[in-house]
């Protein structure tokens, strides 16, 4: 009878390691995490949907986002002598979601995204893609000495890794076309407040 017994226990292995889940590459979202590994899963693109209420106080009150951008701290930004208003994204949640589900009407041509991390990030590290965000972007990677080292161009829901050429500790995106109508380029200078760091 061992000879049934073994057979039948070889069976059974086959069979639990035929039912075994696939391991799977984990999902990674936008933007692509130069430092962090983000640990938050933001919905797949979806239409925008508006709650009435919330619309009422706010209307750029989007759903889809976790942090709002009526929520969000706000600086006086300088790329050269232009200035813009530009929302602070400075903890690892908040760099994450970025512009994520916003869209044209959502942003005027005088506001920016400013992200923030703790300590310069490796060359090959530095680098965004466009998951989940359908508005076009030039996105400005920033040395730690706040200059714009190279503009790399966003198109919408892309998923390809648009890289840094060099290491860097900030990034500034804005609606597509609006660095070369400014004439913003490599070198350029980025200014705003000191205070403004990362939280983590």
Request: glycine share 4%; charged share 25%; net charge negative.
């Amino acid at each position: 009878m061992q000879p049934m017994r073994t057979v039948t226990m070889l069976a059974l292995a086959a069979i639990v390691a035929s039912c075994s889940p696939t391991i799977e590459k984990p999902v990674v979202h936008e933007p692509k995490p130069p430092v962090e590994q983000p640990t938050t899963t933001v919905a797949d693109p979806a239409p925008a949907d508006t709650d009435p209420q919330q619309a009422a106080k706010d209307p750029r009150y989007n759903m889809l986002r976790v942090y709002q951008l009526s929520e969000l701290k706000v600086v006086d930004l300088f790329l050269g002598s232009h200035k813009f208003k530009a929302w602070v994204m400075d903890t690892p949640g908040k760099r994450e979601e970025g512009m994520m589900h916003l869209e044209t009407k959502d942003v005027r041509d005088d506001e920016a995204m400013l992200f923030v991390f703790p300590e310069p990030v490796p060359k090959e590290k530095f680098q965004f893609w466009m998951h989940n965000t359908p508005l076009p972007l030039d996105i400005l990677y920033v040395s730690s000495d706040r200059k714009v080292i190279n503009i790399a161009h966003g198109k919408p829901y892309d998923e390809t890794s648009l890289p840094a050429d060099a290491a860097g500790q900030f990034v500034v995106e804005l609606k597509a076309g609006t660095a070369k109508k400014l004439g913003i380029k490599p070198g350029t200078a980025v200014k705003f407040p000191k205070e403004v760091v990362a939280d983590s």
